[in-house]
């Protein structure tokens, strides 16, 4: 058994159990990421040019 998490001393957790609690939300986080890679950078008004 992967004991990952109690070896860094942040409870029993074991990796499968972080998966699940915890994989979801990484996964939402990597979704956004890539939509907002695939729309673009957003063209910006100020040109910082005078």
Do not use: Q
């Amino acid at each position: 058994m992967l004991k990952g998490a109690e070896e860094t001393g942040r409870g029993n957790w074991t990796d499968r159990n972080l998966y699940f609690i915890i994989g979801s939300k990484l996964h939402d986080d990597a979704a956004r990421w890539w939509v907002k890679l695939s729309r673009g950078p957003k063209e910006s008004k100020n040109t910082g040019l005078t």
